[in-house]
């Protein structure tokens, strides 16, 4: 219990310095906006590239692989389905398509590196659960949302984009670039040089922190959380988040009759919340950046009660 804590606490003391320090007007709306883009553009990118070529690949084809990402496209689905049907625009305009990326983010995109990895070593006792998960975010999940994120950017640049255009714009973006890359290293065996992989791992280390700090400026300068102008969208993805998607976790894992540790798993992962690069994601492409940082912030604390009350009925 206290290493989840710790993980906790860790990620919530470095949003509060960001917090004090746009309380003493030492940062800013526009250092918020500095951050996100260092974040982006330099630390995120050199932190997946690392990860991504010394990660364990041979559980990428388990079962509990296919159940995570069923329970992740059910749960992205479910949201989908509310913006198109249900949820509006502040202005009742049907969401856009930014607006619809970021909100289906904060419904199924957990937060697998700071808080996946403290959770699973003891609530799980295995760090090594996290890899499928965060593979799949990553390679998958993370390049396919930023696609669109880019393709609405683009078009709001300069018009519409040729087909051409639309299938190389993922490769135009730096954190896709790094993921594939990582990859690439890892599928050929290949290792990252010392002289090289010392400046990627110093990078690397400004991903997280940065993105924190920027987002405890957020909490700062902005609105309280949960009084944002979609206050009822806000609640539907925390709720989506925090408990359709553990519990569909949990049905799929009763249906592939998956043994009692794989469930506990498959249902502790589902249950993280929101990742924080969802909220620098909306900051770096000016989308949805109140919801963002709203969801990621209830998540974060609710997830804290709900993870512990899975621990205790199915460990």
């Not at 249900?86 to 808080?115: K, W």
């Not at 300069?158 to 990859?183: D, K, W």
């Not at 709720?239 to 798993?265: E, G």
């Amino acid at each position: 219990m206290t290493a989840v804590l710790g993980g906790f606490f860790a990620i919530w003391a470095v949003v509060a310095v960001g917090m004090l320090l746009a309380h003493l007007r030492i940062l800013d709306a526009g250092s918020q906006l500095i951050l996100s883009k260092l974040s982006f553009f330099a630390g995120s990118p050199a932190l997946m590239l690392t990860m991504m070529a010394t990660a364990d690949l041979k559980r990428i084809f388990a079962w509990n692989l296919l159940v995570t990402v069923l329970a992740t496209l059910t749960t992205g689905a479910l949201a989908l389905a509310l913006l198109r049907l249900v949820l509006r625009e502040p202005d009742q305009r049907r969401p856009s398509m930014g607006h619809t990326v970021i909100a289906v983010f904060c419904a199924c995109y957990v937060n697998a590196g700071n808080m996946g990895l403290p959770i699973a070593a003891y609530v799980l006792h295995d760090v090594t659960w996290i890899a499928p998960l965060l593979l799949v975010q990553v390679a998958v999940l993370q390049p396919l949302g930023l696609a669109f994120l880019d393709i609405e950017a683009a078009r709001d640049g300069g018009g519409p984009l040729s087909r051409r255009q639309n299938l190389l714009v993922p490769l135009r973006n730096p954190m896709t670039l790094g993921v594939l890359a990582g990859l690439a290293l890892n599928l050929t065996g290949v290792t990252i040089p010392q002289w090289l992989d010392t400046p990627l791992t110093m990078l690397g280390g400004l991903a997280v922190p940065t993105m924190l700090i920027a987002f405890g400026v957020s909490l700062r300068l902005g609105p309280l959380p949960g009084r944002g102008p979609q206050f009822t969208e806000t609640l539907v993805l925390c709720a989506l988040k925090l408990l359709v998607q553990p519990l569909v976790a949990l049905a799929l894992a009763r249906a592939f009759a998956l043994d009692a540790v794989t469930t506990l798993a498959v249902m502790v992962l589902a249950g993280l919340p929101t990742a924080q690069n969802i909220f620098s994601h909306a900051v770096r492409y000016q989308r949805q950046v109140v919801l963002a940082r709203d969801v990621v912030f209830i998540t974060s604390v609710c997830s804290i009660p709900t993870i512990m009350a899975m621990a205790v009925l199915l460990g």
